[in-house]
């Protein structure tokens, strides 16, 4: 799988909610492209993840 331009290997079948919080992403503060498709929060528990998927994740942070 590749995520934000770095390839990572999936220890085993996982969701985009459960990889998300495993890699420590605050799932409410971030926008998700799989395979050039925009995931809504909504749908991250319903999305498995495969080896061959590309991931862009955005992350929102305050600050002034």
């Known amino acids: 799988m590749r995520?934000?331009?770095k390839n990572?290997?999936?220890?085993a079948p996982?969701?985009?909610a459960d990889?998300?919080?495993d890699a420590d992403y605050n799932s409410?503060?971030?926008v998700v492209e799989r395979n050039g498709e925009?995931?809504?929060a909504g749908r991250f528990a319903d999305v498995q993840l495969a080896d061959d998927d590309h991931l862009e994740i955005v992350q929102f942070v305050g600050g002034g």
Request: aromatic share 6%.
């Open 28 to 30: 409410a503060r971030v």
């Open 3 to 5: 995520v934000n331009g």
């Open 8 to 11: 990572l290997a999936l220890a």
């Open 38 to 40: 925009i995931i809504t």
């Open 14 to 16: 996982t969701s985009l």
């Open 19 to 21: 990889f998300l919080q």
